[in-house]
């Protein structure tokens, strides 16, 4: 059985960059350590990240019981509230967001201090989304899907600014730009999806279609994961989101023989390398 693993897999350059240091913090012991969310959306980097004393924190209003110590802000990135929050209390602040994030917040807070709406083409639950919106001092919409977009359309909008969250999925974006450019707003179009990600979607939709069973690995609250398997299931029916390699089943590989691998961004190299060894010595 041939079996293909996306180049382009596993932990993104903004990822690895926010795991690295967490681990550093941890080593270097010198405090309290706490993330403001979990660092990624990974369990297992998460749980093994707490058994070094790495604390998580589900949200700023959690800020308000820590006393001492260091609070990581994870690559997603926050709203600028909340670093002010940080200070208040007196922490250590380590910054880790991704520097194609801190571009949008850049941009966003310009534009918005202009007098532009903004528009955000992303999940609107995702935290890097909700910390773009957290640098807007106009008001800020978001759209995952053309209902979203008709029913911003709806209501008149003249000047604005149009961002997407860096994990979004690339054929979407361009279906929504077409449809909003229709009609003619007075608009900033800027596509903010990172290279990686682009380069990700690419790879597993090629893949996928050329394989009879496509894996894609990553953790349940992962959204660039969730896309990944999106794309890859509309390439081959035969798909399934996995977290680890005990969540395979042989049942998957039922006449097949092509096996497609891809990964999401916030998913550890050892665990593709185990699902890979484990597809291709065992089915």
Excluded at 82 to 96: P, S, W
Aim: proline letters at 2%; a neutral charge.
């Amino acid at each position: 059985m041939k079996v293909k693993v996306a180049k382009t897999s596993g932990f993104c350059f903004g990822v690895k960059r926010a795991v690295d240091r967490a681990y550093q913090l941890a080593a270097e012991a010198k405090g309290p350590i706490y993330t403001l969310g979990p660092i990624i959306h990974n369990e297992t980097v998460v749980e093994d990240l707490e058994r070094k004393g790495v604390q998580t924190l589900s949200g700023c209003e959690e800020l308000e019981r820590v006393k001492e110590g260091t609070v990581v802000i994870r690559s997603h990135g926050v709203g600028k509230e909340t670093y002010g929050r940080i200070a208040a209390r007196g922490l250590a602040c380590e910054d880790v967001t991704c520097p194609f994030v801190l571009k949008i917040h850049r941009i966003v807070e310009k534009e918005s201090a202009q007098g532009k709406e903004i528009l955000i083409f992303g999940n609107r639950n995702h935290p890097e989304v909700q910390g773009i919106c957290g640098w807007c001092s106009s008001k800020a919409c978001v759209a995952s899907n053309q209902e979203d977009l008709e029913e911003f359309m709806a209501k008149s909008h003249e000047k604005m600014c149009v961002v997407s969250q860096t994990t979004f999925n690339y054929n979407k974006f361009k279906d929504l730009v077409e449809i909003l450019e229709k009609k003619r707003y007075d608009s900033i179009i800027l596509n903010t999806i990172c290279d990686s990600t682009e380069k990700r979607q690419r790879e597993a939709q090629a893949i996928a279609s050329e394989a009879d069973t496509m894996l894609v690995i990553g953790g349940r609250q992962s959204s660039n994961t969730q896309k990944l398997y999106e794309i890859c299931k509309k390439e081959c029916e035969n798909t399934y989101y996995i977290q680890t390699l005990v969540d395979l089943d042989s049942e998957m590989f039922r006449s097949s023989s092509c096996v497609g691998i891809t990964a999401g961004a916030s998913t550890p190299n050892k665990i593709i390398e185990e699902v890979y060894e484990h597809v291709r010595t065992k089915f």
